[in-house]
T-cell receptor
Framework: QQQVKQSPQSLIVQKGGISIINCAYE??????FPWYQQFPGKGPALLIA?????SEKKEGRFTISFNKSAKQFSLHIMDSQPGDSATYFC?????????????FGTGTSLTVIP | AAGVIQSPRHLIKEKRETATLKCYPI?????VYWYQQGPGQDPQFLIS???????DKGSIPDRFSAQQFSDYHSELNMSSLELGDSALYFC??????????FGPGTRLTVT
């Protein structure tokens, strides 16, 4: 059972455009929502993360929007660049106990066309 | 900045053999996590350790075991390997924050 649902599965965006990836969850105990970027054959790299006490967090070209009532969160990549082409995973975790696992979405393969 | 170190980076084993994967967390990180990632799939949590004690357990087969040592490094021991165990195995570490930092992974191929 997938605890975090992610869409779309793949995304093609023109250079300079906005990439938007969406995730949804059901477990209201989740209180930490990171996004990871992964290149082929490499480990996932932490991009940006949010806690449910804020509705938006921005770091450079990356923004997380969080809707607690809808149990949804999304990643926006502004001014998308070819170097952003990678697989993006959202995740969620209940951090009330140290060492609790991350539940990952199924991933979105992003291709940015020059 | 120092990152998570995993060894070996690549490993080829035959069915029914045993494999040991090692993970060295970022200095001063006290929590280690193991994930398995199949081709085109999301990382699946196996097990985690905090201060050398098992913290959380996911879909880790009974054929696998893991531990965290006094220097905080961790080892994942895999026995009676099956073809389906072929995957990328990632270790991640964290400190007092929630952030998990992933290593480069070990690619295990079982033939």
């Amino acid at each position: 059972q997938q605890q975090v649902k992610q869409s779309p599965q793949s995304l093609i965006v023109q250079k300079g455009g906005i990439s938007i990836i969406n995730c949804a969850y059901e477990n209201t105990a989740f209180d930490y929502f990171p996004w990871y970027q992964q290149f082929p054959g490499k480990g996932p790299a932490l991009l940006i993360a949010i806690r449910p006490d804020v509705s938006e967090k921005k770091e450079g070209r990356f923004t997380i929007s969080f809707n607690k009532s809808a149990k949804q969160f999304s990643l926006h990549i502004m001014d998308s660049q070819p170097g952003d082409s990678a697989t993006y995973f959202c995740a969620a975790s209940d951090q009330h106990f140290t060492g609790n696992q991350f539940y990952f979405g199924t991933g979105t393969s992003l291709t940015v066309i020059p | 900045a120092a990152g998570v170190i995993q060894s070996p980076r690549h490993l080829i084993k035959e069915k029914r053999e045993t494999a040991t994967l090692k993970c060295y967390p970022i200095p001063r990180h006290d929590t280690v996590y193991w994930y398995q990632q199949g081709p085109g799939q999301d990382p699946q949590f196996l097990i985690s350790f905090y201060e050398k004690m098992q913290s959380d357990k996911g879909s880790i087969p009974d054929r696998f075991s893991a531990q965290q040592f006094s220097d905080y490094h961790s080892e994942l021991n895999m026995s009676s390997l099956e073809l389906g165990d072929s995957a990328l195995y990632f270790c991640a570490s964290s400190a007092y924050t929630y952030e998990q930092y992933f290593g480069p992974g070990t690619r295990l191929t079982v033939t």
